[in-house]
């Protein structure tokens, strides 16, 4: 069984570009999370994508945008990137059957904007 | 808001228990308590997660008191790789509802 896997693993930005951060979820999953961690705080919602739709949304403004695509696999868009959106960007799949729905996390993306 | 209060950091000797409480005196019917560690700089680990009653897993035993105002997560066996910041985190179990993280405990576990 493939566990949660995430590209790129850092990545270096300029202030005003943009971003694509990828994400495979693990084997029979098919909800995604996106998460935000700032350095020294815990990880902080975006959104979830179930089936390809967007499943809802943390409070992050419209430049941060995602894709689910068939193969459940996920994208993480931001636009005009900003100094503060540097963090680490997590990544977790789970699966909506049984009554267990804990979070599986990927390892990261660590993004540097300057 | 997280809905949950932990201690910012514990000490905890190597070969010991280690027990990290969590307060989470707003809790409804139906939010479950799920614990999850983060060993530096890696994503969030899933450790266990309870509605009322006791819990033990592999990892860890989750502890929930009678009015599950508060919960108790326990390592029995501390050792230097357990050290990690723990998140103790409510939520009801429905697609859209995602988890909401505190600062969390810092363990460190000393040999």
């Known amino acids: 069984e493939t566990g949660v896997t995430q590209s790129p693993t850092h990545l270096i930005k300029t202030r005003g570009q943009q971003v694509t951060l990828r994400c495979s979820s693990q084997?029979?999953?098919?909800?995604v999370s996106w998460y935000q961690q700032a350095l020294g705080q815990g990880p902080q919602f975006i959104f979830q994508?179930?089936?390809?739709?967007?499943?809802g949304r943390g409070n992050f403004p419209p430049r941060f945008s995602g894709l689910q695509f068939p193969n459940y696999s996920s994208e993480l868009n931001v636009n005009a990137l900003e100094l503060d959106d540097s963090a680490l960007y997590l990544c977790?799949?789970?699966?909506?059957?049984?009554?267990?729905?804990?979070?599986?996390f990927g390892p990261g993306t660590r993004l540097t904007v300057t | 808001d997280a809905k949950t209060t932990q201690p910012p950091s514990m000490d905890c000797a190597e070969g010991r228990a280690a027990n990290l409480p969590c307060n989470h005196s707003?809790?409804?019917?139906?939010?479950?308590v799920y614990w999850y560690r983060q060993i530096h700089s890696q994503g969030p680990q899933y450790i266990i997660h309870?509605?009322?009653n006791n819990e033990t897993n592999e990892m860890a035993s989750l502890i929930i008191t009678e009015d599950r105002k508060s919960s108790t997560l326990i390592l029995p066996h501390a050792t230097l790789r357990d050290t990690a910041v723990y998140y103790c985190?409510?939520?009801?179990?429905?697609?859209?509802?995602?988890?909401?993280f505190g600062p969390g405990t810092r363990l460190s576990v000393l040999p």
């Open positions: 977790a799949s789970s699966s909506g059957q049984g009554a267990v729905y804990e979070q599986y």
């Open positions: 084997s029979g999953h098919n909800t």
């Open positions: 994508y179930y089936r390809e739709e967007e499943n």
């Open positions: 707003t809790i409804s019917g139906n939010e479950y």
């Open positions: 309870g509605l009322k």
């Open positions: 985190i409510v939520r009801v179990q429905n697609y859209g509802q995602n988890f909401v």
